[in-house]
């Protein structure tokens, strides 16, 4: 499975030491995560991190083009509902996204337990089924 993860800067530490908790899990699966994020992931966690940008630079924008095209099966995003964000137009976006994907989304860390201890049940099995079911086809090209 692929697994994006967000935290705003207040979140950080908490997103990290979720990460650790639960290695043994994230290291089976595909990470994804927005810059300063992915790189404390990496560097205090040792869990293979694919990095992109960070979230005001496009890297909220980034992982939602990964979830319209279907090819994200799980976003925890660890935001800070107290502080106004610059970028809160990308954010709202991929949260709605979200939703419109029908993508398991989990913006504090009692929902992000669930649903990492449900994947670790195999409970996401029903993703597979939707990725082939709304797989990407090229056209062909026409005959002359």
């Known amino acids: ?42 560097m205090e966690s040792k869990v293979t991190v694919n990095r992109l940008k960070s979230g005001p630079l496009g890297g909220d924008q980034q992982i939602g083009s990964m979830v319209a095209s279907n090819e994200i099966d799980l976003v925890i995003f660890l935001r800070d509902p107290l502080v106004a964000q610059p970028h809160e137009p990308d954010i709202t976006a991929l949260l709605r996204l979200c939703d419109v994907q029908c993508i398991p989304l989990a913006t504090n860390i009692a929902t992000a337990e669930l649903l990492i201890k449900s994947m670790e049940r195999a409970d996401f099995a029903w993703r597979d089924i939707v990725k082939e079911k709304y797989k990407y086809v090229a056209p062909t090209g026409t005959e002359g």
Do not use: P, W
């Not at 997103?15 to 089976?28: D, G, L, P, R, S």
């Open 1 to 42: 499975m692929k697994i994006a993860l967000i935290a705003h800067d207040s979140k950080k530490n908490e997103m990290v030491n979720f990460v650790i908790a639960y290695k043994h899990i994230f290291e089976k699966h595909d990470i994804y995560a927005t810059g300063t994020t992915g790189s404390r992931i990496m």
